[in-house]
């Protein structure tokens, strides 16, 4: 067995929480969220188990960071725990509460397209 995909993410922000969005990769059994204050964010932010993907084929997590300027990514593991390489990297810039803002969401604070 090899290792899943790497996740394709979008994050945004509501202006005090940060909120990644992703499709469910083929084999993976659960998914590591990482974030940090720079590029190649490395602290594990949350371990997400694949059943917890929602029926519309998304999953969603949301959380506040210590920094206002936030990295995330994640990455997929299958049953053997082979980890993919970490997705696609998205900066967040919180803006405070109540304002939307990102560097990472061209069409707009929690649109979902492909």
């Known amino acids: 067995m090899t290792a899943p995909a790497a996740p394709v993410i979008t994050a945004h922000t509501n202006g005090a929480a940060i909120r990644v969005t992703f499709r469910p990769v083929a084999t993976a059994t659960y998914y590591h969220l990482y974030a940090g204050p720079a590029t190649a964010p490395s602290t594990l932010v949350a371990s997400i188990l694949a059943a917890a993907i929602g029926a519309d084929g998304w999953f969603e997590s ?23 390489a970490k997705s696609n990297e998205r900066r967040v810039t919180l803006t405070g509460s109540g304002n939307r803002h990102t560097t990472s969401d061209p069409y707009g604070a929690y649109d979902r397209r492909d």
């Open 62 to 84: 949301s959380f506040i960071p210590l920094d206002a300027d936030s990295y995330v990514a994640v990455s997929a593991f299958n049953v053997l725990d082979e980890e993919s």
